[in-house]
């Protein structure tokens, strides 16, 4: 069974999804990322796995559902708090972020038959996906992360180690307020799109 990652920050105002403002205030923005993580947690949850682990920035909330070991980020760039997460598992694992609350359980089941990587793009160049059968943390330890060259950089760093990699499909992180139309278009029946259409009916009063 594969162990199953989440890298998240606290969603709280001022220091969540600062790309949503404007024009989305601030306390909007905390909302929607407290939706995506919530749409996230719940489809992590309801995935078989052998361990489904919350490396956290900051502390959990009532959005984390039962279930879920919660463990803290180490310091260091986001490649370092990346390869920490892989380096507390023993086996498999499958590590993805917050920010797309359109994922699915179907999507989040792997089980390296075949494969020895699995990568999953983001539209924006950087990869919403990471799994390893062998978690090995130097294969992230070095990737320039949020750049559009990242996902390139770590499937290229797959791929020079020899392994096998599976590609995952493409999916759109939510950044920008287009992202998050996007996103909830593609996810009409998610907590994340309830939470975008109040967000657009208090912009209209």
Do not use: H, N
């Amino acid at each position: 069974m594969t162990t199953l990652l989440v890298i998240a920050k606290e969603p709280r105002p001022g220091r969540v999804k600062t790309r949503l403002t404007p024009p989305f205030t601030p306390e909007q923005a905390a909302a929607l990322a407290t939706a995506a993580l919530t749409d996230t947690l719940r489809a992590v949850a309801a995935t078989p796995a052998r361990r489904r682990v919350l490396v956290l920035d900051g502390s959990a909330g009532p959005w984390l559902p039962p279930g879920f070991e919660v463990v803290p980020q180490c310091a260091g760039g986001l490649d370092e708090r990346l390869a920490a997460a892989f380096a507390g598992c023993a086996g498999p694992a499958l590590l993805i972020g917050m920010d797309t609350p359109q994922v699915t359980p179907e999507l989040l089941t792997v089980d390296f038959a075949g494969y020895d990587a699995c990568f999953g793009p983001a539209d924006d160049g950087g990869f919403w996906a990471l799994g390893l059968a062998d978690p090995d943390p130097g294969l992230l330890r070095g990737v320039p992360m949020s750049t559009p060259a990242t996902g390139a950089v770590q499937r290229a760093r797959l791929m020079a180690a020899g392994l096998r990699v599976r590609d995952l499909p493409g999916l759109r992180d939510v950044d920008t307020a287009a992202d998050a139309e996007a996103v909830a278009a593609a996810a009409p029946g998610s907590r994340f799109a309830a939470e975008l259409a109040r967000c657009r009916a208090v912009g209209r009063r």
